[in-house]
């Protein structure tokens, strides 16, 4: 499956793309605690995210491969334009986008990084460029890969787009679109980084992660559960539930 992001109303189309191998194992669906998350090494897969900034020569394949740039969720190989091509503040936008991903991240056991890992498994979001650009609807701002909640989607690509958007609001689509994919469920909270379908979320504002966050109503039956999460320990569970 794949899930689509829009600005102002989030998209609620997800378009299934499951046949085959899509190159992630399912796991359990009940979480492991997450204090596992510090008793064992992390799956680089799903815990080193490489933000990829540059243009990039994409290909279409049929099962995700960041280390060769191959994408299941592109309609045909393209070239990524990269983000802020030229303009003269591109340094700045991209430390900000940077700095707001790690402040997010990093203390949960993600290591993020903007140097092309020299050994995979790895994730790599793309960042920059319209959705037209890639083959998408216009108006969606970000897409990833998504196997269930309580299924890590390692190794994979995601994709944040710029239109429209300042660097936080890009910071915003990053995060999402990589925590989304890692099986965390989604939330009705518009300033969360699980804000994603079905939602008008801020991209005004940098989005956080509460331990008290709203589930959204009516995702994937697998996200189900109390009204409420805490959604830094469920990060921390799937990434343990990635090992």
Known sequence: MRKLHGPGV?????????????????????????????AAPLDPGCAVLFLNFEPTDLVAGVADNPAQNVSTLLPESVTSPGFHTGDPSRDEQIAAVVAQVRGVLEPLGVTVVTDRPADPPFTMAVIGGAST?????????????????????????????EQGLTAIGVGNI?????????GVPQSSDPGSCLCWSGVACDFAAACTLAADTPRLAGQDASCAGAATFDAPAEVRAMLAACN
Not at 15 to 33: E, F, R, W
């Open 10 to 38: 989030l998209i609620a189309l997800l378009l299934v793309a499951c046949g085959g191998d899509d190159g992630a194992t399912p796991v359990d669906a009940s979480a492991p605690d997450a204090s596992t998350v510090d």
């Open 133 to 161: 650009d890639f083959g998408f609807p216009a108006g969606v701002s970000g897409a990833t890969g998504f196997l269930s909640c309580g299924s890590p989607f390692d190794n994979r690509v995601t994709f944040a787009f």
């Open 174 to 182: 990053t995060l999402s679109s990589y925590l989304t994919g890692l």
